[in-house]
């Protein structure tokens, strides 16, 4: 095995990153119309044309605002579809074409789409997954371009209707809504390597129930709902001098819910299934399947209030109440405080943005 010397390891900064991630958004949404928080880094939204006629000029705004008021590099595409704009977005930051485009790609002829389409995988294309790419390719469809030009109503048949809305979309017709960008979502997973071997129940269940509560909150964000949850542990491959284990469970619930407690209540139960003393564990997680979005139909549990039509009151409150002063100010016992399992921050960065005892200190004669 080949090893290598690093001068500088750097852990992870959750707190720092999320902080980041919301002035991000923030700064867009001063800048553009109708903004959606589509992921940690990205963004769509859209330019008033009759404020801002030269697009490519208000991008390079848009981008050089970001680098003054968060010191951070983007990139930024413009199209007519939200699927041509992420491939802009894409081109913006390949390093083959950052001389050119300068973090900056406005695709609004079809002469500019097809030149990149030309140059780009099938796979490179937003929506198109890994699994879809082999098939397509068996198909003879290998490049951007040549999945434009693939039949929309074969690709329906054979694919579903994701893959039609991108075709459309890459022939300049605007199928993708806002609605529709969490529909490719058929689970959530959150896991996460402890800092430490853990072998006491109480204390996997403090871990497990942190992920279930953070995989809970995307749900609510995303509004999606759960009706099944896999939970999974898993010692250290890495040292294999030490007995190996690895296991995972699915308890199906009865009702489709988002609320923390419920989804806590059940990976518990899921937990002590599976867990088995005498094993050193490194890992424990939770996936969330077969998410509905609050318009799909199906039936409700009449005898819970914790269905698909709305989330707990609590729920709610404890939602409100850490959005506005921090994550885990309110928070379900089985957490616990002390939380002794999370990695170790010594190498992370500091909470620059959120905790003034992280500031740097400046002196000044």
Not at 56 to 62: D, F, R, T
Not at 279 to 303: A, E, T, W
Not at 327 to 344: D, E, L, S, T, Y
């Amino acid at each position: 095995m080949p090893t290598y010397t690093s001068n500088n390891i750097w852990g992870s900064n959750f707190t720092l990153f999320g902080d980041m991630s919301n002035r991000f958004h923030t700064e867009l949404e001063e800048l553009l119309f109708d903004c959606h928080r589509y992921s940690i880094d990205e963004s769509f939204g859209r330019i008033d044309t009759t404020m801002a006629p030269n697009p490519k000029s208000y991008a390079l705004h848009i981008k050089n605002t970001l680098a003054k008021n968060l010191g951070i590099g983007v990139g930024v595409g413009v199209a007519h579809t939200k699927t041509l704009a992420k491939l802009a977005s894409h081109a913006a930051k390949l390093n083959a074409w950052k001389a050119k485009t300068n973090g900056v790609a406005v695709l609004d002829t079809p002469v500019k789409v097809d030149w990149v389409l030309q140059r780009v995988k099938a796979s490179d294309i937003w929506g198109v997954g890994s699994k879809t790419a082999e098939k397509l390719s068996l198909l003879g469809v290998n490049t951007g371009l040549e999945l434009k030009g693939f039949n929309v109503v074969e690709a329906k048949q054979k694919f579903g209707v994701v893959l039609s809305r991108t075709i459309k979309e890459l022939n300049g017709i605007d199928a993708v809504q806002l609605k529709d960008l969490n529909e490719g979502r058929d689970s959530i997973c959150v896991s996460k390597s402890m800092g430490k071997l853990v072998t006491d129940l109480n204390e996997l269940k403090s871990a497990l129930s942190s992920h279930v509560s953070v995989g809970a909150g995307k749900l609510r964000r995303f509004e999606l709902f759960t009706n099944s949850i896999t939970v999974f542990i898993s010692t250290d491959v890495f040292r294999q001098s030490q007995p190996q284990l690895r296991k995972s469970i699915e308890v199906k619930l009865p009702f489709h819910c988002a609320d923390s407690d419920v989804l806590i209540r059940y990976a518990m139960f899921a937990l002590e299934k599976i867990y088995q003393e005498g094993y050193f564990f490194k890992k424990v997680g939770v996936i969330f399947n077969y998410l509905l979005s609050k318009n799909d139909h199906q039936q409700l549990n009449l005898f819970n209030d914790s269905g698909i039509s709305n989330v707990n009151k609590k729920t709610t409150v404890s939602d409100e109440i850490n959005s506005k002063f921090g994550n885990n100010v309110i928070r379900f016992g089985v957490q616990g405080f002390k939380q002794a399992w999370k990695p170790k921050d010594d190498l992370a960065p500091k909470s620059y943005t959120t905790n003034i005892n992280d500031l740097p200190l400046v002196f000044a004669k």
